[in-house]
């Protein structure tokens, strides 16, 4: 998909909860965590958009030092 649209025009979505990717609406969670996935991925796109599920939506903000790292 990179080479067909470009890595600059694609954007993955990795949510969170409790340390683990979830998926199909934050009810399925998977083994693996953002830190195992995102050095694979970030060839192939532009930026992540992440939800940190565990606070989110829940009025407690988000946990920056969580994006720090995996940023890092």
């Known amino acids: 998909m990179a080479r067909k649209v470009g890595r600059k ?3 993955i979505a990795l949510d969170t909860e409790g340390g683990r990717i979830v ?3 934050w009810r399925e969670k998977l083994k693996l965590r953002p830190e ?3 050095p694979e991925l970030e ?3 532009a930026e992540f958009l992440s939800t940190f599920v565990d606070n989110e939506g829940t009025m ?3 946990d920056l030092k969580w994006f720090a790292n995996c940023a890092a």
Do not use: Q
Request: aromatic share 6%.
């Open 9 to 11: 025009n694609i954007i």
């Open 36 to 38: 195992e996935v995102i």
């Open 23 to 25: 998926v199909r609406g």
């Open 43 to 45: 060839p192939y796109c």
């Open 60 to 62: 407690k903000g988000t």
